[in-house]
């Protein structure tokens, strides 16, 4: 198919061909020469036409006000990613004055994404209203923060906990059956808390004399981390002649487009297809994610005997409440063990005076 589009360029590689746009060099992965491709360009170009803008009080207004705020955009890629997910989705209420939404109308838009999404995709949506309006109240984009009042629904009782721990045979499961970029992500996950996020941009460079150094991606802060032997061992044994720890085979991070950009998906292929085939197998249990091993982490830790700071310290959160979240179950158990532990000895000292 012949097509001149002005300001697109062509680039071949192992054989596929893709098209970037010349200026900004972004690839444009709609099908060439369909509307969805010339649409794509023109908004490159800036010749796609403007959408008018949302009259001052509208909660569309607000939103594209808060977008524009560093209070958003230095926010990490993937949480900026959900939050445009949660906004695109409430455009249809974009027109509504602020002052008009109460919580009973907010009550109905959770109902509503509930049964059209799901417990979680309802509560995500009230937890991002909240940020909105709390960013726009003193901005007078709004009087109230009508969200507040709007709670989340419970979780329900037949669903699985979300990123659960994995038990340490699950995760010795894991890594004898993985190779190459997923071991040593797994590793980096279990060992030494890190998000998938991190682990997949994590230098060769950032392991000196027994430590891993890194800048985490969603809050910007450093953390530092002592291998644990376990962790010392995957990685001692993986590959090291690319840069990137997790890496296929052709030196490149998992998951690395033609373009350099990265994303997740190239990784959960492989590693849901590690877990899948152990769960068939009965080796592993359901609810596995890549997530749910800094939960393990947590525990893990928390077992140990570590407090909260000390938690924090390794998985790199900034609030004592989400490292509780993650070892609540690990607290229950010492706490019982401990108890049951001061029962027994209660009971043995009342058996030698009896005796």
Request: charged share 30%.
């Amino acid at each position: 198919m012949r097509m001149n589009v002005r300001g697109v360029k062509k680039a071949t590689a192992k054989g596929h061909v893709y098209y970037y746009h010349r200026k900004t060099g972004i690839r444009i992965t709609e099908p060439f020469g369909s509307a969805a491709f010339v649409k794509r360009v023109e908004e490159l170009n800036g010749d796609a036409p403007t959408k008018a803008r949302p009259a001052h009080g509208t909660l569309g207004a607000m939103f594209a006000a808060y977008q524009a705020a560093p209070e958003f955009t230095g926010l990490a890629d993937l949480t900026k990613r959900d939050y445009r997910k949660m906004i695109d989705g409430l455009s249809a209420l974009s027109g509504l004055q602020t002052k008009d939404i109460d919580a009973a109308f907010l009550i109905q838009v959770r109902d509503k994404a509930f049964a059209k999404h799901g417990w979680r995709f309802a509560n995500y949506t009230v937890d991002v209203l909240r940020i909105a309006f709390k960013w726009g109240k003193p901005r007078n984009h709004c009087k109230t923060n009508p969200a507040l009042d709007v709670p989340h629904l419970r979780r329900p009782r037949e669903m699985p906990k979300r990123n659960r721990a994995w038990s340490d045979a699950e995760v010795r499961a894991v890594l004898d059956a993985s190779k190459g970029g997923v071991r040593v992500a797994v590793a980096l996950g279990a060992f030494a808390g890190m998000r998938l996020g991190d682990a997949r941009r994590l230098l060769w460079s950032a392991r000196q004399a027994g430590w891993l150094t890194w800048t985490q991606s969603k809050t910007g802060d450093a953390v530092s981390v002592p291998e644990l032997r376990d962790l010392t061992a995957v990685l001692d044994a993986a590959d090291k002649t690319g840069v990137h720890m997790v890496a296929r085979s052709r030196k490149r991070p998992i998951a690395s487009k033609p373009d350099g950009d990265y994303t997740d998906d190239g990784f959960r292929a492989s590693f849901m297809r590690v877990v899948n085939r152990l769960r068939a197998d009965g080796k592993v249990g359901l609810g596995l994610t890549f997530h749910g091993l800094r939960a393990t982490a947590a525990t893990n830790l928390a077992n140990a005997g570590c407090d909260a700071d000390m938690i924090a310290s390794i998985t790199g959160h900034r609030s004592n409440s989400m490292v509780r979240k993650y070892t609540e179950g690990a607290d229950k158990r010492r706490r019982a063990k401990a108890s049951i532990e001061k029962l027994e000895r209660q009971t043995n000292a009342e058996r030698k005076t009896k005796g």
